[in-house]
């Protein structure tokens, strides 16, 4: 998994995709970065009479799973996995090496499928030639996880994509506008994934409300272009909650683009147990009718937003809710979405002083670095962020 894209030093591209662009495409990729292409047995001799001694020719055997194939690749390429992206236009294949140290990048003319939303590569374009444009203005990869990414006391990059996929089923049909990608604690990129762990903070504490606030203005900002909004609310929180966690960042971004803040619209009438280890048939049971809606929604267009979609249970029910109450339209927000079924061991980053585990922390003024898990017991061994990235990429761990 890489950041960005100008941290590419090599590709490795079925050869398939070699018939959806020109010549020229082809000879600036391959004259700027190390290229491996994945060809069918028995063609090497026709590869080569178009690329000759430029590229790496891979064979598919058809035998070998497509990671092994990507890995070998990197062999013959002499770099790091976390230097090199696969190319594929086929979901499958990204899904199936989600979990390697290597990039990922899709290229697929459809949108993103609700199947598709939580084994997302880190990037997606419509046709491969968008990947030149990329490269030379400098974007980056989904917004939301670059925009949350401090390098030292600097933010990565305030560009970046959104994505969004359309929910239908039985209960409400909605679409889902979303920043980048969540991983668990569980999940194997968690371990140096800032967005992650700054949405995990926000749970307790109020920190990151200014960065939550700037993304949603962002994303909002790009889809008011294309869309008419009349108001935004977001999920409630349970009855018992003495924290609206999401109230005031929806009254700031109301603020910011004069929307209409319409949080008091939508409330959740009973507690119900936590939605965690439930799947989502239990989740979806879980949020029955929890929720009510006011009449002064009706005949809007609404945006709720939320931090994390993950099945999107509670977010239906809400849809389901402010639909009854009359509502035109409502699009669902939301920082990110979380990630599924990608795990291994967390990567161990050894502390520099005694040795144990190094882990990526965030400090009160909002900084990222690594720091020893041994620091109660008095070791201050750490390490700056960009250095233990680095570290990492050795170990060929990210």
């Given at each position: 998994?890489?950041?960005?894209?100008n941290?590419?030093?090599?590709?490795?591209?079925?050869?398939?995709?070699?018939?959806?662009?020109d010549?020229?495409?082809?000879?600036e990729?391959?004259s700027?970065?190390?290229?491996a292409?994945i060809?069918d047995?028995?063609?090497?001799?026709?590869?080569?009479?178009?690329?000759g001694?430029r590229?790496?020719y891979?064979?598919?055997?058809?035998?070998?799973?497509?990671?092994?194939?990507?890995n070998?690749a990197?062999l013959?390429?002499?770099?790091q996995?976390?230097?090199?992206a696969?190319?594929?236009?086929?979901?499958?294949?990204?899904?199936?090496?989600l979990?390697a140290a290597?990039g990922t990048?899709?290229i697929?003319?459809n949108?993103?499928?609700?199947s598709?939303?939580?084994?997302?590569?880190d990037?997606?374009?419509?046709k491969?030639?968008d990947f030149?444009?990329?490269t030379t203005d400098?974007?980056?990869?989904?917004?939301s996880?670059?925009?949350?990414?401090?390098?030292?006391?600097?933010k990565l990059?305030s560009?970046?994509?959104?994505?969004h996929?359309?929910?239908?089923?039985?209960?409400a049909?909605?679409?889902?506008?979303?920043?980048?990608r969540?991983?668990?604690?569980?999940?194997?990129k968690?371990s140096?994934?800032?967005?992650?762990?700054?949405?995990?903070?926000?749970?307790?504490?109020?920190?990151?409300?200014?960065?939550?606030?700037?993304?949603?203005?962002?994303?909002?900002?790009?889809m008011?272009?294309?869309?008419?909004?009349?108001g935004?609310?977001?999920?409630?929180?349970?009855?018992?909650?003495?924290r609206?966690?999401?109230?005031p960042?929806?009254?700031?971004?109301s603020?910011h683009?004069?929307?209409?803040?319409?949080?008091?619209?939508?409330?959740?009438?009973?507690?119900?147990?936590?939605?965690?280890?439930?799947?989502?048939?239990e989740r979806e049971?879980?949020v029955?009718?929890?929720?009510?809606a006011?009449?002064?929604v009706?005949?809007k267009t609404?945006?709720?937003?939320?931090?994390v979609?993950?099945?999107?249970?509670?977010?239906?029910e809400?849809?389901?809710?402010?639909?009854?109450?009359?509502?035109?339209?409502?699009?669902?927000?939301?920082?990110?979405?979380?990630?599924?079924?990608?795990?291994?061991?967390?990567p161990f980053?050894p502390?520099?002083?005694c040795?144990?585990?190094?882990?990526?922390?965030?400090?009160?003024?909002?900084?990222?670095?690594?720091?020893?898990?041994?620091?109660?017991?008095?070791c201050?061994g750490?390490?700056?962020?960009?250095?233990?990235?680095?570290?990492?990429?050795?170990?060929?761990?990210?």
């Open positions: 998994m890489f950041i960005e894209v941290d590419l030093k090599g590709l490795i591209i079925k050869a398939n995709l070699y018939d959806s662009v010549n020229d495409f082809w000879n990729i391959t700027s970065l190390n290229c292409l060809i047995e028995g063609q090497l001799s026709i590869w080569k009479s178009n690329f001694n590229v790496i891979i064979e598919n055997d058809y035998w070998s799973s497509i990671d092994s194939i990507v070998k990197i013959e390429l002499q770099l996995p976390c230097d090199v696969f190319v594929s236009d086929q979901h499958s294949e990204i899904k199936d090496v979990s290597f990048v899709l697929s003319e949108d993103v499928e609700y598709q939303y939580g084994e997302m590569p990037f997606r374009f419509r491969f030639t030149k444009k990329v400098r974007s980056f990869g989904y917004f996880e670059v925009f949350s990414t401090r390098i030292g006391k600097n990059s560009r970046g994509r959104i994505f996929f359309e929910v239908n089923n039985l209960r049909k909605y679409r889902v506008f979303t920043g980048g969540y991983f668990t604690r569980e999940h194997c968690y140096f994934h800032q967005l992650s762990h700054r949405i995990r903070k926000s749970k307790d504490e109020t920190s990151e409300d200014t960065l939550f606030t700037e993304i949603f203005v962002k994303i909002i900002s790009a008011l272009k294309n869309m008419k909004i009349d935004l609310t977001r999920v409630p929180p349970k009855p018992s909650n003495t609206d966690r999401l109230g960042i929806v009254a700031n971004v603020t683009l004069k929307i209409q803040d319409l949080s008091k619209s939508l409330n959740c009438t009973e507690d119900y147990p936590s939605q965690k280890g439930l799947n989502a048939i049971l879980n029955r009718d929890k929720f009510s006011s009449s002064n009706e005949n609404i945006i709720l937003l939320d931090d979609f993950t099945t999107g249970a509670t977010a239906t809400c849809v389901h809710t402010l639909r009854k109450a009359g509502v035109s339209d409502v699009i669902v927000v939301t920082i990110a979405a979380n990630q599924f079924g990608v795990f291994r061991d967390s980053l502390c520099p002083e040795g144990e585990q190094l882990v990526l922390k965030l400090s009160k003024y909002g900084n990222a670095f690594f720091g020893c898990t041994e620091y109660s017991s008095g201050k750490s390490m700056y962020y960009s250095d233990g990235r680095i570290e990492l990429n050795k170990l060929n761990l990210i």
